[in-house]
């Protein structure tokens, strides 16, 4: 029971990462195509400015829970994904840099250059983490040790790119949302435009994506064994049809709250259908590393509830009083 709470736990603090950080990586792809003046550009950045680093807490507890309650699939998975993770890592932190840095000096090639750093630091970690979730969906070849037998060619397969352009798509369209409640003018008209460019595109790879998910794993044998949970796909589905039907009527706040839903409930779907298992194997189905051989002791699952029990609301409560005491700062109405 510990076990399976935990995994749920840890699929949606993955979830609630890709919902808050999504929008701010996704900024930083689309700021070249929003932004076409210097001020515009300070004002895109800015529209992520006091929410940026807050959101990245998330990435780092979706990380500290894989360590503690899951360590063998965190050994495994940064084993079989060392390389791609510490591109995303330095990528972040070039993201950063060029973030908090951009506006110390004057001079346009010292912009530019902050600039690219923030598109580049933004584009890798869109891309990778689609790669490696559709791999850990996919399954890698984990021997009987939990040693991963392959390298970074391995992951770059048909549905890993797949995985990897869908997520790129879907944090695009989710910054290009909160732009247009962030901006006014020339601006936030682009943003709009490239809303409506996206959302088939990310559309398009949904349907993609999931009818490789049905040849490429075994995402959809819980469903099949469990008709109700079709719930999930489904709301999903709605998620993103919501998104276009309230851009149409003019409702950008709707519609940015149904690209948080898609979010969510795509990131469900596959956390859904990977149960039991953490890591499947491709070489034996046995190698895989589940819930249950790869968690930590009980006791160690109960402190670590009882922290997070306390914790947890306490983070989003903080966050929620960042985001309302920052947001008419640099936002029109929702």
């Known amino acids: 029971m510990l076990e399976t709470v935990w995994f749920l736990l840890w699929g949606i603090l993955w979830a609630v990462y890709f919902m808050v950080g999504g929008f701010d990586l996704g900024t930083g792809v ?3 195509f929003i932004a076409k003046t210097d001020a515009e550009k300070q004002k895109v950045l800015g529209a ?12 780092i507890t979706a990380g500290g829970v894989t360590f503690a309650a899951f360590p063998a699939a965190y050994a495994a998975l940064f084993s079989a994904f060392y390389t791609p993770l510490m591109i995303v890592l330095f990528a972040l932190i070039v993201r950063a840099i ?13 912009r530019a250059l902050c ?15 689609g790669v490696a979730f559709a791999n850990i969906f996919r399954g890698i070849p984990l021997d009987g040790e939990g040693v991963y037998r392959g390298n970074l060619l391995t992951l770059l397969n048909p549905y890993g790119l797949a995985g990897g352009l869908f997520f790129l798509a879907l944090f695009a369209l989710h910054g290009a949302g909160w732009q247009v409640l962030k901006l006014d003018g020339a601006a ?3 943003a709009r435009a490239l809303t409506r460019l996206l959302w088939p595109l990310t559309t398009l790879l949904a349907v993609i994506f999931l009818l490789l998910s049905a040849f490429s794993t075994r995402l959809w044998q819980n469903y099949a064994a469990f008709p109700a949970l079709f719930v999930v796909p489904l709301l999903a589905v709605i998620a993103i049809l919501s998104i276009r039907v309230f851009m149409a009527r003019g ?5 940015f709250l149904a690209s948080l839903a898609t979010i969510l409930f795509a990131v469900l779907f596959g956390v859904i259908g990977l149960y039991p298992n953490l890591l499947p194997s491709t070489l034996d189905p046995a190698f895989s590393i589940s819930i249950y051989n790869g968690a930590s002791s009980h006791l160690t699952l109960r402190i670590m509830l009882a922290v997070a ?3 947890v609301p306490v983070v989003i409560i903080y966050q929620g009083w960042v985001y309302r005491l920052f947001w ?7």
């Not at 992520?48 to 990435?59: R, S, T, Y």
């Not at 060029?98 to 010292?110: A, C, Q, T, V």
């Not at 008419?328 to 929702?334: D, K």
């Open 251 to 255: 409702r950008w706040g709707a519609s």
């Open 30 to 32: 689309l700021a070249p």
């Open 98 to 110: 060029s973030l908090e840095f951009r506006d110390r000096r004057e001079g346009g090639r010292w």
């Open 309 to 311: 029990l306390v914790f």
């Open 115 to 129: 600039d690219t750093g923030v598109f580049v630091g933004s584009f890798l970690p869109c891309l990778l983490f």
């Open 48 to 59: 992520i400015g006091p929410f940026w680093d807050g959101n990245e807490v998330w990435l």
């Open 328 to 334: 008419s700062s640099s936002s029109r109405t929702l």
């Open 188 to 190: 936030s008209e682009r």
